[in-house]
């Protein structure tokens, strides 16, 4: 059986002004999907993301989130969302704790007082991602690594079921993107939640995913990393192997 | 000189407080400047998060064309002053949200607008319009029991909301997009801090006066950042730093009679200054002689940060 999508765009386009970013683009995430999305830079990702978030209005064509539209739905706490930590400020002076712990004010109620249930899944986000030792350093004090796994603690701690990451691993050490490697598939395989990753850097990832989808305005590949590798790239074998790809692709 | 009057004037009349505030008049200035350092920096430190640190400033300027048109229509001007605030201020929150203009665009056009606007119609007043000073450079020995009731409760009010919606606002000063994907109202939640701002301004008018509030609500709060670690942390180490400026500011007022209001912000910003030499000579990491290689896997990678400091973290 099929799982039901969580994330779908049905012949979405966008544009700004008249230059075009998003053509007629269809594609699902279906539930415990592990999914890439790739592209050259200008390509439409992040415009396809803020369309799958709900945070843009489609010209034309339609989203859903979870079954619903954007405007309808109402558990949005069941969307986690990990930003590019470059457009972040993580200058405030709050503790890793206190950053994960803020990932939860949408799922608790934003009125109410943090409880135990709340604080379980905060220990757990930061022992997904190894930042457990670290909750009571500031995050300004944080390596761009460190930062970026605090970010994915807090859209963990949650509990989504469904994470959309953009950019999530652009520039950070290797020891930092086995450890995110690790929580994302410990998202997927026991929560059996969805995971779209944006991303130019798909070596950590390269063997744990079911679908990769590569666009340039429009969708021009999806399917398996396998019958991706059968055109000649190799998600796994260098990180400047697909960036390179993606930018000869034809416009 | 206002005497204390009423019953929270004769509760505050016998406190036996030492010097400097054994007095009636001192007693009731040390009461609203208490609410006023502690409220100021707790709405501050969300503003100085996001870049807003000026939102005080303008929404004062505002503020001081509401207490003009108060003047103007012989009506209280706290509540004059209030509905002029809360209004522009959601009118900066609306601009600034909707991308219309930049926040310090918008700030400088409400800025210049709301003094231009206090000027004139303080013009029209009677008394040549002298009685506006006081709400200019606040006044606080003059201040009687019935201001001090409105400042105790706009207080209460900018605490409980603090208490109420300050996780939500945490949430949307640290990511504002993640937490409109997560279904936080965003928009609710800023206009709120806007509409606190306006309240903390119109209490403090009185304190320190609309030119200097905005100073109430950063200096501790730049203090706070340097000392503490965490959001909690800076919260409780600002308002603790807001009212010790009171304090201190009001003794030295009362000791070299000095302007009540310049000197709780004097105060303040000598903390700050005092603080932050200490507070940044203790954090400066060490110079190395040599410059530390990094090792091989992280060489090319470039994500803003300096490695070399990194490894101390671990």
């Known amino acids: 059986m099929t799982s039901p999508a969580v994330l779908a765009a049905h012949g979405v386009s966008y544009s700004y002004g008249d230059e075009p970013a998003v053509e007629r683009v269809d594609l699902t995430v279906a539930a415990g999907e592990f999914v890439a999305l790739v592209g050259p830079n200008g390509s439409g990702k992040s415009t396809l993301l803020r369309l799958l978030l709900g945070l843009l209005t489609p010209d034309a064509g339609t989203v859903e989130i979870l079954g619903q539209s954007p405007r309808d739905l109402r558990d949005r706490w069941r969307i986690g969302y990990v930003p590019q930590r470059r457009i972040l400020d993580l200058d405030v002076p709050a503790t890793v704790a206190e950053v994960v712990t803020s990932g939860r004010t949408a799922r608790r109620g934003w009125w109410r007082l943090p409880g135990k249930a709340d604080r379980a899944a905060v220990d757990h986000a930061l022992e997904a991602v190894a930042l457990a030792d670290l909750r009571r350093r500031p995050v300004g004090r944080l390596s761009g690594g460190q930062q970026q796994r605090v970010l994915i603690a807090r859209a963990l701690a949650c509990e989504p079921s469904v994470l959309v990451l953009d950019e999530p691993i652009a520039g950070v050490d290797v020891e930092s993107q086995r450890l995110f490697r690790d929580s994302l598939v410990h998202l997927v395989e026991h929560h059996d939640s969805a995971v779209l990753l944006v991303s130019h850097e798909l070596g950590a990832v390269a063997n744990d995913l079911d679908r990769v989808i590569v666009m340039k305005r429009r969708v021009l590949f999806d399917g398996p990393p396998d019958e991706l590798a059968s055109t000649g790239v190799n998600l796994g074998v260098h990180a400047d192997d697909l960036p390179r790809w993606l930018e000869e692709l034809a416009p | ?161 603090i208490a109420l919606f300050g996780r939500a606002l945490f949430a949307i000063v640290v990511d504002e997009e993640s937490a409109r994907v997560a279904g936080i109202p965003v928009g609710a939640g800023n206009a709120l801090l806007a509409v606190l701002t306006a309240v903390t301004v119109v209490a403090a008018m009185r304190v320190v006066g609309v030119l200097l509030i905005a100073a109430l609500m950063v200096l501790p709060v730049a203090t706070g950042r340097v000392v503490s670690h965490s959001f909690r942390g800076t919260m409780a180490v600002s308002a603790a730093i807001g009212a010790f400026a009171v304090v201190a500011g009001l003794a030295a007022a009362r000791q070299w009679a000095l302007a009540p209001g310049g000197s709780i912000v004097l105060v303040a910003a000598f903390v700050f200054a005092t603080v932050s030499l200490v507070g940044g000579r203790r954090k400066r990491p060490p110079t190395p002689v040599m410059p530390v290689p990094r090792p091989p896997d992280e060489l090319g990678r470039d994500d803003g940060h300096d490695h070399t400091h990194d490894h101390t973290h671990e």
């Not at chain 2, 400097?20 to 707790?42: H, K, N, S, T, W």
């Not at chain 2, 004062?60 to 207490?67: I, R, S, Y």
């Open chain 2, 1 to 161: 000189m206002i005497v204390a009057n009423g019953a929270l004037g004769s509760v505050l009349a016998t406190l036996p407080l030492p010097w400097p505030f054994e007095r009636d008049y001192m007693q009731l200035a040390l009461a609203a400047g208490l609410v006023i350092g502690i409220c100021a920096p707790l709405i501050g430190v969300f503003l100085v998060q996001q870049r807003l640190s000026l939102m005080g400033d303008g929404i004062g300027h505002l503020a001081f064309a509401g207490v003009a048109a108060g003047l103007l229509l012989e009506v209280w001007p706290i509540w004059t002053a209030m509905l002029v605030a809360v209004v522009g201020a959601l009118a900066i929150e609306w601009l600034r949200s909707r991308g219309r203009t930049t926040s310090d665009l918008a700030l400088a056009l409400w800025f210049y607008g709301g003094i231009a606007a206090g000027v004139v119609l303080a013009s029209r007043a009677g008394n040549g319009g002298l009685a506006i000073v006081p709400y200019l450079f606040g006044s606080i020995l003059t201040i009687d029991a019935s201001d001090v009731r409105v400042i105790v409760i706009l207080g209460i009010g900018i605490v409980a909301a």
